[in-house]
């Protein structure tokens, strides 16, 4: 029938340019080592912070953890001036990397390391680490994709972004099983002197990526990494020049500013904000009841070792047979919808059936989809914008915008203490089904607007940075 895949198409679905195999190949190792620390990393985060400091207080450190982002995005934004694309990443890497190993060594400490089994609010060492890995979290997504989105083009994106995403999976899947395995053979005494070794593991993992991203910008020709021509030609004939301090503290800005100032970005930032609003009231359920059934920072650790073992199977199989096929034959549009209609359905199951463990198995199908089939859906809304949206905008939406919403549902979560469970379920999903609804409505103005460009062969932004351009000249 006219308009289904014929046979040669769907036995060429995960076919790959002969041209772009290195370039496919480096990416997809990049983010399987970065995913592969991350997902080692994460279980430590809300484990460490639960038995050091105390579970009661995490949504407290999301909205700390806010304030400590601002001066970080700040200098993530000047990085982007001063550096190349793929230096970025060297940077992220290279600097958490170093900050791992460092956490290595105070988490080993006899005193004010794991063996210290007490649970106060004055463990500076919890808090220190937790608002370590709210900086790995927020940079680590904005670094890969903002550098990916810059070096591929949307038939790129439309063929490989599904590639990527299934790399990062599989390095998900094989550091979430070796964790959980050997955290379930290691005896709960000798799991205090495990745990800091993970932290060494990650960092080695970090720098594996550098290494990657080092034989990627050395072996693929540049004329294959230039990404969307129209933003590429911009670029080139975009001038650098000398700023004074004032000039450059607004410069800092500048993502910001333009996020308030052009619809189609400040859209890109209420996607974020939607999803992660909805993300922080189902982990927060999750996280109580993992509090709840395990003693240890070992047996918590395992816990959310098994949850990013599946959520990352889940995701390897939606990676590879749903956003692959997905984006290559029904294309961007239609496929902005799919990820928050699949929520709002989610969402609606929680509500009619509310059993034990439901919020685990709905937030493990959240992640799952989010970072295997949405992100990579989202991050196609970049490629045809300036670099000043790909990189310095997406840092303000990516690490501060998420913030806010997780900072929003925090304080949404600590209002709902002593209500009544029934209350706190209604209050939840509504706000949830709300947000949702508002999503798809987002959507489809995205997607029409993306459209416009693509066919006009326009760059997003283009406009703004004249504009800018003049304000500069009249005031110089």
């Known amino acids: 029938m006219h308009g289904e895949p014929s046979k040669s198409q769907l036995t060429g679905l995960w076919e790959i340019k002969e041209e772009l195999k290195l370039k496919v190949l480096f990416l997809s190792l990049t983010f399987l080592l970065m995913m592969a620390c991350l997902v080692i990393w994460r279980p430590l985060k809300m484990a460490i912070f639960s038995k050091t400091v105390g579970a009661y207080l995490i949504p407290n450190a999301k909205l700390y953890s806010l304030f400590i982002l601002i001066p970080l995005i700040l200098f993530y934004s000047k990085l982007v001036d001063w550096l190349r694309r793929h230096q970025l990443l060297y940077c992220f890497a290279s600097l958490h990397a170093l900050g791992g190993l460092v956490f290595y060594f105070l988490l080993s400490h006899p005193v004010h390391g794991l063996v210290n089994t007490e649970i106060s609010s004055s463990r500076w060492i919890g808090w220190a680490f937790y608002f370590f890995m709210e900086s790995f979290d927020a940079f680590f997504s904005t670094t890969f994709w903002s550098f990916a989105d810059s070096v591929n083009t949307l038939q790129d994106a439309k063929n490989y972004y599904g590639f990527f995403v299934s790399g990062s999976k599989i390095g998900g899947?094989?550091?979430?099983?070796?964790?959980y395995v050997i955290l379930m053979l290691t005896p709960a005494h000798a799991q205090f002197s495990l745990l800091p070794n993970a932290l060494l593991v990650g960092s080695l993992l970090l720098f594996g990526?550098?290494?990657?991203?080092?034989?990627?910008?050395?072996?693929?020709?540049?004329?294959?990494?230039?990404?969307?021509?129209a933003a590429y030609k911009l670029e080139k004939q975009r001038k650098y020049e000398s700023q004074s301090f004032l000039k450059s503290l607004k410069g800092a800005f500048e993502g910001l500013f333009i996020i308030i100032k052009n619809p189609y970005v400040l859209g890109i930032f209420s996607l974020v904000i939607f999803y992660e609003i909805v993300n922080v009231i189902f982990d927060y359920h999750v996280a109580l009841e993992a509090d709840a059934a395990h003693a240890t920072v070992g047996g918590m650790t395992s816990y959310y070792a098994m949850y990013y073992l599946i959520m990352n199977m889940l995701g390897l199989?939606?990676?590879?047979?749903?956003?692959?096929?997905?984006?290559?034959?029904?294309?961007?549009?239609?496929?902005?919808?799919?990820?928050?209609?699949?929520?709002?359905?989610?969402?609606?199951?929680?509500?009619?059936?509310?059993?034990?463990?439901?919020?685990?198995?709905?937030?493990?199908?959240?992640?799952?989809?989010?970072?295997?089939?949405?992100?990579?859906?989202?991050?196609?809304?970049?490629?045809?914008t300036t670099k000043d949206i790909k990189f310095k905008a997406k840092a303000w939406t990516d690490a501060f915008g998420s913030r806010i919403a997780k900072s929003f549902g925090s304080l949404f979560n600590v209002s709902l203490k002593g209500a009544s469970p029934a209350f706190v379920l209604l209050s939840s999903m509504s706000l949830s089904l709300g947000l949702t609804s508002l999503w798809i409505i987002v959507v489809y103005f995205l997607g029409k607007k993306l459209q416009e460009a693509i066919d006009n062969k326009t760059v997003i932004g283009e406009t703004t940075i004249e504009s800018e351009s003049n304000e500069l000249s009249q005031g110089s």
Do not use: Q, W
């Open 209 to 229: 990526a550098a290494l990657s991203i080092y034989f990627l910008i050395k072996k693929v020709p540049d004329n294959y990494m230039h990404g969307y021509k």
């Open 317 to 384: 199989v939606v990676s590879l047979f749903g956003t692959t096929p997905i984006l290559r034959y029904i294309g961007f549009r239609i496929s902005l919808f799919l990820f928050p209609l699949l929520c709002f359905f989610l969402i609606l199951i929680t509500f009619f059936f509310h059993i034990p463990g439901i919020f685990f198995i709905v937030s493990v199908c959240l992640r799952a989809c989010n970072y295997a089939f949405n992100h990579p859906t989202r991050e196609v809304l970049y490629i045809p």
């Open 173 to 179: 899947i094989i550091s979430a099983g070796l964790l």
